[in-house]
């Protein structure tokens, strides 16, 4: 059996990444997205196991120190991070597995799983980002400046993934993203003995 694909997906704030991704699992039965651990409390609503693992400082810390965890950080005094083994089981069962992650996070994973699959989704201009976030309607300007500050520093990082997709329009961003999994599935060191399978070799 192939092993399954690792796709790290970064964007900025009101890229578009969860609609995005929203129909990318809609059109592929074998993705599976991964579920983060989490110092923090749930919020209402939240179930364990599938918006987080939530767990305590002291068993997060331990998943750290045994080498549990792909990549974590630490963010407004919570502890944040991607659990292994779940991903590992997926992948080793020939299931591609998405990390929707932020850009710190997508450094560590390239690091520590150079066979992984980045994808930064860019809105096409700053103006559009703006107006989407405007159109929200959900925050006051103050934090609208700050979340555009953070997805300027954040689109510097851009160039350093494998793939950047523009999104524009859902449907053609949600294309761009099924031909890189395409793409990847088909690349010659996935598919090791294939040619000697075909020549009966």
């Not at 963010?75 to 991607?82: A, I, K, Q």
């Not at 405007?134 to 925050?139: A, K, P, S, V, W």
């Not at 006051?140 to 500050?149: F, G, M, V, W």
Request: charged content about 30%; aromatic content about 6%.
């Amino acid at each position: 059996m192939k092993k399954g694909i690792l796709l790290v997906v970064s964007a900025p704030s009101a890229g578009g990444k969860g609609t995005i991704l929203k129909e990318l699992f809609q059109q592929n039965e074998t993705l599976r997205m991964s579920v983060s651990a989490t110092t923090r409390q749930p919020r209402p609503g939240e179930v364990d196991g599938k918006d987080y693992y939530f767990v305590s400082r002291e068993t997060f810390q331990q998943w750290v120190d045994t080498g549990s965890m792909l990549e974590h950080a630490e963010y407004v005094g919570n502890c944040y991070g991607t659990p292994k083994a779940p991903v590992e089981e997926w992948l080793n069962q020939g299931l591609d597995v998405v990390l929707e992650i932020d850009v710190q996070g997508g450094s560590q994973i390239k690091n520590l799983a150079p066979d992984c699959v980045s994808v930064f989704i860019t809105p096409p201009t700053m103006e559009v980002l703006e107006k989407r976030l405007r159109d929200r309607g959900t925050e006051d300007e103050e934090t609208i400046c700050k979340r555009l500050a953070t997805a300027r520093q954040e689109l510097t990082f851009a160039e350093g993934y494998d793939y950047i997709v523009i999104n524009d329009k859902l449907e053609d961003a949600v294309e761009d993203m099924q031909a890189i999994l395409r793409s990847e599935k088909r690349k010659s060191a996935r598919n090791p003995g294939f040619i000697q399978r075909v020549l009966n070799i």
